[in-house]
């Protein structure tokens, strides 16, 4: 073989080669998006660059794993969603406290699915891996739930949250437990102009 045919088929290798880890790296891209949805793009935007962000999220799939997860038995996801019904009938009365009782029955949950439930950002990366479609719902009733707590929230904006956390609830549960939407806050005056105007 020439100098020049070796030349050509090193550099002919060296494209393959290129060209499958180029393939490899595209196969685990596309195989995290779908696995993580809208958090690949949340992990893109927080992190540096993009192989930062997939190596946080391979990270996360690896903590993942380690984690002991159990399924619900029968008997304990009828109180959970028994419990999701009781706290929804509530927030017509007391939606300030519902919201924060809404909050300690999700981390329950989560807690005996088998997730760590310490600081928030660690909770939600762990969820992340099997939750990544609801797991914006999480946050943004989180969100809310701090908003709550210093005053800020107004009645629809913890109408939402609640919203909110029912669909990771959901998610967790494993199906869909109860009505999609809390019910509207009474307004006594309201009803009574609405009594009247129907006469």
Known sequence: MSPTQVVVTVIV??????????????????????????????????????????????????????LE????????????????EELQVRF?????????EADELVSRLIAERG???????????????????????YRDAHEIRLRNERGEASTEDLRQALVHYRALFADLLGEDP?????PEQRHPDHEHEQDVTSR
Not at 33 to 39: L, M
Not at 53 to 62: G, I, S
Not at 92 to 100: A, C, I, K, N, R
């Open 92 to 100: 017509v009365d007391s939606p300030t406290e519902t919201v924060g």
């Open 178 to 182: 109860v009505a999609a939407e809390p």
């Open 13 to 66: 290798v060296l494209i393959i080669a290129a060209l499958a880890a180029i393939a490899v790296v595209a196969s685990r891209r596309r195989a995290l998006r779908q696995r993580f949805g809208p958090e690949y793009d949340r992990a893109v935007a927080e992190q540096d660059s993009r192989s930062a962000a997939e190596r946080e999220l391979r990270d996360r799939e690896r903590r993942h794993a380690e």
């Open 115 to 137: 997730y760590p439930t310490g600081e928030f950002s660690e909770q939600a990366a762990h969820l992340s891996v099997e939750h990544a479609r609801t797991l914006d719902h």
């Open 69 to 84: 997860l159990t399924p619900l038995s029968p008997e304990s996801r009828a109180k959970y969603a028994a419990a999701w």
